[in-house]
């Protein structure tokens, strides 16, 4: 990528960018890794234990982030792609066009990169954004508590000063892949005197320091994903706090942007298997049409939704490009994408008929299907509920009180 290309890039030297991507996925994203990502090991995850499922997928991870294109318009000075918006939005079409699975999954990348960009110290950048990018350190997020969910201010977990060096002790649930991080972003009390959303501080602290410990809690779905956190009296440095100390709810809350609107990204990407293939598949064709009247009008209104909220999302990224910040935009994004992910995965179901009900066999791939139709009910949950996404819009979008 040349410097012209990053500052200035003109209608010739995008069309050039473009073949350029295209001539590099198709010499390095495998076939498998072009087809819908339909269980867990079917990403990287990266971290310090992270392992790949096979040589296809390390090919296409170590390729991307070879190029920094793991976090395409992240700045090259950390390993980033240095990319333009308007590259790294034809290397996301392009990527959409073949099919290609994101080379890894990261809350490193969907949501502290971000924050560090905007709140970290230099030195923060420096020792955390390289190793983000090259997939080294997987992340967790240490928000929710027992007694802290949609009223997330109200967490109790208690970081004492001690010396440079903070004491924390309290307990997160709902804590995606703690057992697998090597580290948690997490939300910390600092003080408790004043308005319950000052007083918090957001706090970097290592899985492995002495005093954490992880309780995984199974799900409807056979899985395991998320765990019960715990601290007893964890020695922290001050110098992982990000941003100010008792000023850690607004890095929160700009984290939770990139969190939701990553959510919806993530439904956007996975909504790009039309749904019409799989209701052929399953109910077939009479005149050309789908033989089933019912499914196929439910089937066309989430195709013509889907398609709305695609050209949404992109007049959203246009307006981005151009500066604005997306804000509370993202709760739209994610309460839209989650809900249509949900819809998507009933109609999956209702295409497969009793086959649907399938949970474990090989002939049932495992009760794929099921599992993901279950595992969708958590969208309109995780990074805040539908309802709060509501709120959010009716007061910050509409302008209703509250
Ligand atoms: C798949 C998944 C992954 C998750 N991963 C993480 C993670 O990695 N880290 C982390 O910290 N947390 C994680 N969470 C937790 C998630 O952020 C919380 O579950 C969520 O914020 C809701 O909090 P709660 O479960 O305490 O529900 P509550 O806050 O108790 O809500 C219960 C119900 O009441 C409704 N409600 C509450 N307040 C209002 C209101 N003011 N107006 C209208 N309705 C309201 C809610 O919408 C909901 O339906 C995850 C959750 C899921 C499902």
Not at 73 to 102: D, F, T
Not at 275 to 285: N, R, T
Not at 353 to 360: E, K, P, Q, Y
């Amino acid at each position: 990528m040349s410097e012209t290309l990053t500052s200035s890039p003109t209608e010739t030297s995008l069309d050039d960018f473009r073949a350029e991507v295209k001539t590099f996925l198709a010499a390095n994203c495998p076939e498998s890794m072009r087809q819908p990502i339909l269980e867990e090991s079917d990403t990287y995850f990266g971290g310090r234990n992270g392992t790949f499922k096979d040589a296809d997928q390390e090919k296409w991870f170590n390729a991307m982030a070879a190029r920094g294109w793991t976090t395409p318009e992240w700045p090259k000075k950390y390993g980033g792609g240095g990319l333009s918006k308007a590259e790294a939005k034809i290397l996301k079409q392009e990527m959409r066009a073949l099919g290609c699975r994101p080379p890894i999954l990261s809350f490193g990348i969907w949501m502290l990169g971000p924050a560090l960009l905007q709140f970290g110290t230099e030195e923060q950048r420096e020792q955390y954004l390289p190793d983000i990018i090259q997939g080294k350190i997987r992340w967790c997020q240490g928000y929710s508590e027992p007694g802290a969910g949609s009223d997330l201010a109200s967490l109790q977990t208690l970081a004492l000063s001690s010396g440079d060096e903070y004491v924390v002790t309290g307990q997160k649930v709902w804590t995606s892949y703690a057992d697998k991080a090597d580290m948690i972003f997490a939300l910390v009390r600092t003080d408790g005197s004043g308005k319950k959303q000052i007083g918090i501080t957001f706090l970097l602290i290592d899985m492995e320091a002495e005093g954490v410990s992880t309780r995984p809690i199974k799900l409807i779905s056979g899985k395991s994903p998320f765990c019960e956190t715990f601290f007893d009296n964890v020695r922290v440095p001050k110098a992982n706090v990000v941003g100010q100390e008792n000023a850690g709810w607004t890095v929160a809350k700009y984290l939770l942007t990139h969190e939701r609107s990553a959510i919806s990204g993530a439904v956007d990407g996975d909504m790009m298997t039309p749904l019409s293939y799989y209701a052929k598949k399953s109910v077939g064709l009479t005149d050309g049409k789908l033989s089933d009247g019912l499914l196929r009008a439910q089937v066309a209104a989430w195709e013509i939704d889907g398609a709305g909220f695609k050209f949404t999302l992109d007049r959203i990224n246009e307006e981005m490009k151009a500066g604005q910040a997306i804000g509370a935009r993202s709760s739209f994004m994610k309460y839209y994408g989650s809900e249509l992910n949900k819809r998507k995965y009933e109609l999956r179901l209702d295409c497969q008929g009793r086959d649907a009900l399938a949970w474990d066999g090989a002939e049932h791939n495992g009760g794929k299907i099921a599992r993901q139709f279950c595992r969708t009910k958590g969208n309109s949950i995780e990074g805040g509920t539908s309802e709060i996404q509501l709120n959010i819009i009716s007061k910050h979008i509409l302008g209703l009180p509250s």
